[in-house]
């Protein structure tokens, strides 16, 4: 990846130009930069799904925004590491004037990831138990704060001190360190051997094994992430009568996406939500931020500010 000079945008019919104030970095940006993403986009491309701004134009018969209104966006059709950005109308959502651009960065596919595993894909409810496995970057966070506001008793994982501490700060009632090799055994104490009711996992290939091993009967899970392989039991599904979902967020029906924007919206609003900027990059260093993701120890979000 590197810089290039290009023309200010232009909308046509249903566009919106949004000038960014910061770029979120997500996982996926590195599957789709490696070539190893399903669908690969034509070269030369700009990454990025993610970002926080404020509109600068409108195309004729946009009506959902305003020029000068703080937004941030569900995915662009020019890529979000860069000054600007085209949009079409739906991917432009306003962002409460609490939450800073480079919070709004960290919105998108975190907190929309989040809610869909939690509440439209595991049904989860208030007084069961959700296991995040990998609850320190930004879709682990997301779903610690909205697990905790809807009175979901919340287990959270992490592989580093302080990213554990930032789990608990975030809500997590416990949390544990996924290093450790005994802490499946811990999880089963801790629900008095009975398990949990919902899995959010974020590295399925390391994980799916063993987290179907502790699932109470009738439980969820969610793949949310994985990089490979794995090979499991199935009799560990048959036994509990559970459920496994693969969750693709571009898949969401059009009724589902309205939802979740109404409840995120709501949770920025009232300070329920809010999204945990982890370190901020230059826009050139966006090489050292798709590093950085894929390193262990998360910790919030990655912003690239422009």
């Known amino acids: 990846m590197r810089l290039e000079q290009a023309s200010d945008l232009a909308p046509g019919s249903g566009q919106v130009v949004v000038g960014i104030k910061a770029a979120g970095v997500n996982p996926v940006d590195t599957y789709i930069r490696a070539g190893a993403y399903a669908n690969k986009p034509s070269l030369p491309y700009t990454p990025g799904r993610d970002a926080a701004g404020v509109v600068m134009v409108l195309g004729q018969g946009v009506t959902r925004a305003a020029v000068g209104e703080r937004v941030y966006l569900s995915g662009t059709l020019t890529g979000a590491y860069a000054e600007q950005a085209l949009c079409e109308e739906k991917q432009v959502h306003r962002l409460p004037d609490r939450v800073s651009f480079a ?10 990831t989040a809610f869909r595993a939690l509440f439209q894909l595991a049904r989860a409810v208030p007084g069961e138990t959700v296991l995040v496995h990998g609850a320190t970057g930004g879709v682990g966070i997301a779903a610690v704060q909205l697990a905790h506001a809807a009175g979901i008793n919340v287990i959270g994982t992490g592989g580093s001190e302080k990213g554990r501490a930032l789990v608990a700060q975030q809500g997590a009632r416990q949390v544990l360190d996924h290093g450790r090799p005994g802490h499946f055994q811990e999880i089963q104490g801790l629900t008095q051997g009975r398990g949990v009711d919902v899995i959010l996992e974020m590295v399925a290939h390391l994980n799916l094994d063993k987290d179907l091993k502790i699932l109470a009967p009738k439980g969820r899970l969610v793949v949310v992430g994985s990089r ?55 826009l050139a260093e966006a090489p050292e931020a798709h590093r950085q993701i894929l390193e262990p120890g998360a910790y919030g979000k990655i912003v690239l500010l422009p």
């Not at 919070?103 to 929309?112: E, S």
């Not at 969750?247 to 919206?265: C, I, T, Y």
């Open 103 to 112: 919070q709004g960065a960290a919105v998108n596919i975190p907190y929309a």
């Open 228 to 282: 490979g392989r794995v090979e499991i039991d199935p009799r560990d599904i048959m036994t509990r009568e559970a459920v496994v979902t693969g969750l693709l967020l571009f898949l969401a029906s059009e009724r589902e996406e309205a939802s979740l924007r109404a409840g995120l919206f709501a949770g920025l609003e009232n300070g329920t939500l809010r999204p945990v900027v982890g370190r901020e990059l230059p």
